[in-house]
Every structure is written in structure tokens, then in C-alpha cells.
């Protein structure tokens, strides 16, 4: 009886750690998704990265020591409906993220990771956290935190 107790415990654990591996990989894609959704102005592909909620946030810092803070999918959608009228790639971006940490509870999740985006004007860093919730059994962003390492930006785009 003890074995067999051992045994469904251990194949319990070892379906747990897979379930997870599989909700982590999924979280990946959506956040990855999201970014490259946006720098391909493929709007279905970002939007669809999102929680369309009115309790969803978006909050960057931006060139100049100004930052961003916006609140509402109705809201986010139209902030950035400038980026996706043009068809018009403005560079090709390359996006690689890595370091993630994942803390999943049940629905929901919170990570973080480092991002560096790569294009004509150079390398650009950033210290990224996102808070996920599953939705109808797909991960959706519902916060984001992006903190872009601003030091040579400037400098970068300037070349």
C-alpha cells in the first residue's frame, strides 16, 4: 500500500512540474508575442497578447526622463493606434529575452526578465515585469512594467 501511494505521489509530482513547464513556455510566447506583435505593427498579434479589460496597465519610462502610464485596454488600444495605421516597418527589430523568472499561482502569474531589442540604431536594454492572467485557458498580459536602459539611447538613434 505504501508503494502504491509512492508511486501516485511521484507521478502527481511529475505531472504538476510538466503542466507547469508547458503554462511557462505558453507565458513565454505571450510576452515575446506581444513585442514582436508590436515592432511588426501586426496589430491581431499584439492585441491578441492582451487582456481587453478595463483593469489592465501599461507603464514604461520614456527618452527624456518622461514615463507612461495607462490604464484600460480601451485606453492602451487607442494610445498606440498610431503605430499600427502605417504598414510601414519603421526598422526591423530583433527582440531577445532572457533571465525569466516566473511566479505562477494558479491563474495567474508574475514575471520578470531582461529584454534586448536590436536594430539598425543598435542595441537597446530593458529590465521587463508583466503580470499575466489565464482567460479562458490563454495566457493574457494584464500589467506591464518596461524599464528601458535610457543611458545611450540617445546617442544610439542619433548615429
Known sequence: MK???????????SLATSVAQVDNEAIKRV??????G????????WSDAWAHTP???FAANLYGGD??????????????ATQFKSSKLSDNVTVQNADYSIHQNGNMAFVTYDQTLLD???????????VVEKINGKWKIISVTALTNLKNFGLAQQK
Not at 31 to 36: A, G, I, M, Q, V
Not at 67 to 80: A, R, T, Y
Not at 120 to 130: A, F, I, Y
Request: net charge positive; aromatic share 14%; proline share 0%.
Open 3 to 13: 508503494t502504491y501511494v509512492l508511486v501516485i505521489a511521484i507521478i502527481l509530482s
Open 38 to 45: 508590436f515592432f511588426k505593427r501586426d496589430k491581431k498579434v
Open 31 to 36: 510576452l515575446r508575442n506581444e513585442t514582436e
Open 55 to 57: 483593469y489592465i496597465h
Open 120 to 130: 539598425s540604431h543598435g542595441k537597446t536594454t530593458s529590465k521587463e515585469s508583466r
Open 67 to 80: 514615463f507612461m502610464l495607462i490604464e484600460g485596454w480601451d485606453k492602451l488600444e487607442k494610445q498606440f
